[in-house]
């Protein structure tokens, strides 16, 4: 007897029947089956499966990590389209912050249970190297508790650039200077169409993937993110998908997968699609859903509360998400686009929100070790 008859899955659409005893048997789902999964009517089933599967991996537990977002510039000359956080540097708004200013900023939100400065920013032309690492290593000393995650692979690859130094010589360095792991941003969508259209100037796919490869062989954990919601097709974002699923066989050391929401606003993209609706709540949930059933080789998937709200993140724990980010403290990338939400999120709110549905809240770190279980 089939495993999902077995378990008494209600399902009705026919197509997901051995879709689920595979996932049910623990088998590898292909790119067919992952249409299928994106185009089902049956959202339960697809909740469900994902739901299970999620439970294997974690049991009860929901994460979250008390982080903080730094932005030392929005300083920035590759035009993504999508992009409403980019400056030029005589535009209003525009901030590039020197050392000292990093210093006061993290001062300013600084707290003992700070445990993630999360680092993120635009390609600013001027900077030089040892800016950069001057900034992980003063970091690093100055708070011995809190980890860097820092630089997106698009922006290590801006680091080459500049430096003429290899991906490699570049991550080694930042280790050297004290970097624990990496954010997943760059990403946005592989598929080369898609790319050419909303980031042509940024760092091509093939060197994306070649970033990660890297970090993760020299032993820095790393995470990644899809922007979805604009020009894509659903065919794109499974590509994208499956791109990151065979890195991961290759090379381990994504921790995190984080689907990120359009924000249709201030930005040439949403303007030129005539755009103002954001992502229903039924297509992030569907999308972190298939993520999950997909990415059999992640540890995490993320619900991003700051792009697809605090209440829906609440229900993605009961789709396949097993992380719903943290604190946060200072959001601006998104913000700069048009996100509705608030910039930061207190300890109490999040425990309130995993407790609800009945998870168990794990706060974690950088690297998903867990520092306090609040059984
Ligand atoms: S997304 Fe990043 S790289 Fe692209 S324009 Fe914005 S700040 Fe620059």
């Known amino acids: 007897m089939a495993v999902s008859n077995l378990l008494k899955l209600n399902i009705r659409d026919p197509k997901l029947k051995p879709i689920a005893d595979k996932i049910l048997e623990g088998k590898r789902l292909d790119f067919d089956e992952g249409m299928i999964l994106y185009s089902t009517r049956d959202f339960p089933t697809l909740a469900r499966l994902a739901d299970i599967v999620r439970e294997r991996k974690v049991g009860q537990k929901a994460y979250f990590v008390h982080s903080l977002r730094l932005s030392q510039t929005n300083i920035c000359y590759v035009g993504c389209t999508f992009c409403g956080f980019q400056r030029r540097f005589d535009e209003e708004g525009a901030w590039d912050y020197d050392l000292e200013d990093v210093w006061a900023f993290v001062d300013n939100h600084y707290h003992p249970e700070l445990t993630e400065i999360h680092i993120s920013s635009g390609h600013h032309p001027k900077r030089k190297w040892d800016y950069y690492l001057d900034l992980v290593s003063g970091l690093t000393s100055r708070y011995p508790g809190v980890q860097v995650k820092a630089w997106t692979a698009a922006e290590i690859h801006h680091f080459s650039k500049i430096t003429r130094m290899s991906y490699r010589e570049i991550l080694s360095e930042l280790k050297e200077a004290g970097l624990v792991a990496m954010p997943g ?96 709540g039924l297509d992030d949930l569907r999308n972190l859903a298939v993520a999950r059933l997909m990415l059999d080789n992640f540890p995490h998937i993320k619900g991003y509360w700051i792009m697809i709200t605090p209440e829906l993140t609440q229900v993605t724990l009961s789709s396949g998400v097993s992380d719903v980010d943290g604190t946060i403290k200072d959001e601006r990338i998104a913000h700069a686009s048009g996100a509705v939400t608030e910039r930061g999120m207190t300890e109490s709110a999040l425990l309130r929100l995993i407790k609800d549905t ?10 998903y070790n867990e520092l306090k279980v609040y059984a």
Do not use: C
């Not at 994306?208 to 032993?219: C, D, F, I, P, S």
């Not at 659903?234 to 699923?245: E, G, P, S």
């Not at 009945?358 to 690297?367: I, S």
């Open 358 to 367: 009945g998870r168990v809240p794990v706060k974690r770190d950088a690297l």
């Open 185 to 280: 941003g760059g990403a946005e969508i592989f598929a080369e169409h898609v790319r050419k259209r909303i980031a042509k100037n940024k760092v091509t796919a093939d060197g994306w993937l070649e970033v990660h490869r890297t970090a993760h062989e020299l032993g820095i954990p790393t995470n990644a993110t899809m922007l979805y919601g604009h020009v894509e097709s659903l065919a794109d974002r499974l590509d994208h998908m499956l791109r990151l699923r065979q890195l991961q066989d290759e090379s381990p050391g994504f921790l995190s997968f984080i689907p990120l929401a359009f924000q249709p606003d201030n930005n040439p993209l949403a303007k030129e699609l005539n755009k103002s609706e954001f992502t229903t």
